[in-house]
T-cell receptor, first 115, second 112 residues
Framework: DAGVIQSPRHEVTEMGQEVTLRCKPI?????LFWYRQTMMRGLELLIY????????DSGMPEDRFSAKMPNASFSTLKIQPSEPRDSAVYFC?????????????FGQGTRLTVV | GENVEQHPSTLSVQEGDSAVIKCTYS??????FPWYKQELGKRPQLIID?????GEKKDQRIAVTLNKTAKHFSLHITETQPEDSAVYFC???????????FGGGTRVLVKP
C-alpha cells in the first residue's frame, strides 16, 4: 500500500475562492481524520469518520468548512470561501482499531496558502 | 472531551544527553498513548506507544512511562543524536470512538 495519499501537496489561492483538499486512506482502514497544523495551535482535529460516517465534527472551525467521505477510499475537505487565516498544513490520517492499538498513519499533508 | 497538555514546548539538549517530555491528560477513560515524531516539512510518524495496562515500555534509546493514577505519561530519549531533532507530539485515545487528541508538541533541538 502506498500509504495515505493527499492532493494537492501545495495550494495557493486567493481569499474568497473555494478550496478542495483530497485524501485517499489506506485500504482497509475504517477511520479517517482531518487535522490542521499551525504554529500557533499545533495539530487540531477538525473532523473524523468511521466507516464513511462523520462521528465528530466539533473541531470544524466554521460553516465555511465541510468534509465528506462518499466511499471508503476517498474523502474531501472543502473551504468555501477561503480566508487568509485558513493558511495551514492540512493532514489526513487513517487508522484501524485493532486489539487496542490504533496507529494513525498520516498523509504528506497539503500546505494551503490563502492570499 | 479529552485535553492533553504537553511540556516543555521547546527543549534544547547537548548531543549525548537525555531528553524528557511530559504530558498530562484529562479523561481517565483514555487507554492508549502514542508518541509521534515530526521532522521538518514531513508528516508525523509513530515512534512508540503504550497501553494503559503497562507502566513502561522501551525501544532502544526511547522509553515511555505511564502513571494512570496521576494521568500523566512521559517520553524519554537517551544518548540523544542530531537526528533526534524534531517536533514530538504525545496523544491520548479512548477505545470507544477512536478519537486521537494530540498535545501541543515539543520542539527538540539536539546540539552537536
Amino acid at each position: 500500500d502506498a500509504g495515505v495519499i493527499q492532493s494537492p501537496r501545495h495550494e495557493v489561492t486567493e481569499m474568497g475562492q473555494e478550496v478542495t483538499l483530497r485524501c485517499k486512506p489506506i485500504s482497509g482502514h475504517d477511520y479517517l481524520f482531518w487535522y490542521r497544523q499551525t504554529m500557533m495551535r499545533g495539530l487540531e482535529l477538525l473532523i473524523y469518520f468511521n466507516n464513511n460516517v462523520p462521528i465528530d465534527d466539533s473541531g470544524m472551525p466554521e460553516d465555511r468548512f465541510s468534509a465528506k467521505m462518499p466511499n471508503a477510499s476517498f474523502s474531501t475537505l472543502k473551504i468555501q470561501p477561503s480566508e487568509p487565516r485558513d493558511s495551514a498544513v492540512y493532514f489526513c490520517a487513517s487508522s484501524s482499531w485493532t486489539v487496542g492499538i490504533a496507529e494513525a498513519f498520516f498523509g504528506q499533508g497539503t500546505r494551503l496558502t490563502v492570499v | 472531551g479529552e485535553n492533553v497538555e504537553q511540556h516543555p514546548s521547546t527543549l534544547s539538549v547537548q548531543e549525548g544527553d537525555s531528553a524528557v517530555i511530559k504530558c498530562t491528560y484529562s479523561d481517565s477513560a483514555s487507554n492508549y498513548f502514542p508518541w509521534y515524531k515530526q521532522e521538518l516539512g514531513k508528516r508525523p510518524q509513530l515512534i512508540i506507544d503504550i497501553r494503559s495496562n503497562v507502566g513502561e515500555k522501551k525501544d532502544q534509546r526511547i522509553a515511555v512511562t505511564l502513571n494512570k493514577t496521576a494521568k500523566h505519561f512521559s517520553l524519554h530519549i537517551t544518548e540523544t543524536q542530531p537526528e533526534d531533532s524534531a517536533v514530538y507530539f504525545c496523544a491520548a485515545l479512548k477505545a470507544a470512538g477512536n478519537k486521537l487528541t494530540f498535545g501541543g508538541g515539543t520542539r527538540v533541538l539536539v546540539k552537536p
